[in-house]
């Protein structure tokens, strides 16, 4: 049973030194995290509301070049308004 009383006082050597790590840490680090938190929101770009993304499907696709044109496309989710048009040619009905 010795061995049990040992082997507590090497574990507590272990947090002792993982504690110490953590607060040296938190010294050297908190200042500069602390200043990307209290940035000025003035200092912060603007962000897009989310919107998840519009893919192609039954309802939700172009039927026509028009469709396409004047930014249209965007409105589908293609990268491009050729892209766009190529869905609309390779798709349209007879």
Known sequence: MPESGQTTAEYALILGGVA???????LFLGRPIDGLFRKPASLVP?????????????????????DCDNGGWQTYGFASQAACEQYVADHAGP
């Open 20 to 26: 110490v790590v953590c607060i040296v840490a938190v």
């Open 46 to 66: 603007p962000s897009q509301p989310l919107m998840p993304p519009l893919v192609p499907g039954p309802g939700n696709e172009p039927t026509s070049p028009a």
